[in-house]
């Protein structure tokens, strides 16, 4: 891959945290109700300070996160994706590689390991 493409991939990994974090800012701060999206704007923030913006794609379905290694916006239905999903207090977390769910659990906190662990699995393939 040429540079000029790794940095265009970067620039528009970047735009898609600008936009989600906004998004879940928007809802959180503007709209009644929302306030328990606020775990993951947080976790969003949290993840950016990690220079996590350098690796995944951010994606939204309203209180869903879509966390992905797509180059283009949009995942096709083959792809790898994380998706935490706002449940009342607490998150289902799904694993998804193409069709097939690998993972899906309930945490009540985005510091669970087990999030972490999907993280650096999702890291550590190519990017898509």
């Known amino acids: 891959m040429?540079?000029?493409?790794?940095s265009e991939i970067l620039k528009q990994f970047e735009m898609s945290w600008d936009k989600t974090e906004q998004f879940y800012n928007t809802l959180v701060y503007e709209y009644k109700g929302w306030g328990r999206l606020m775990p993951l704007l947080q976790f969003?923030?949290?993840?950016?300070?990690?220079?996590?913006?350098?690796?995944f794609r951010l994606g939204t379905s309203v209180h869903h996160l879509i966390i992905s290694r797509s180059v283009d916006h949009g995942l096709r239905p083959d792809q790898k994706?994380?998706?935490?999903?706002?449940?009342?207090?607490?998150?289902?977390?799904?694993?998804?590689?193409?069709?097939?769910?690998?993972?899906?659990?309930?945490?009540?906190?985005l510091e669970d390991e087990r999030l972490s662990n999907l993280l650096l699995i999702l890291k550590n393939t190519l990017l898509d």
Do not use: C, M, W, Y
């Not at 923030?45 to 996590?52: L, N, Y």
């Not at 289902?92 to 309930?106: E, K, M, P, Y």
């Open 2 to 6: 040429t540079p000029e493409a790794t």
């Open 44 to 55: 969003i923030r949290d993840k950016r300070s990690e220079g996590e913006q350098r690796h």
């Open 81 to 109: 994706s994380i998706q935490i999903i706002s449940e009342n207090d607490k998150f289902r977390v799904v694993f998804i590689n193409g069709d097939v769910l690998h993972s899906d659990f309930t945490v009540e906190s």
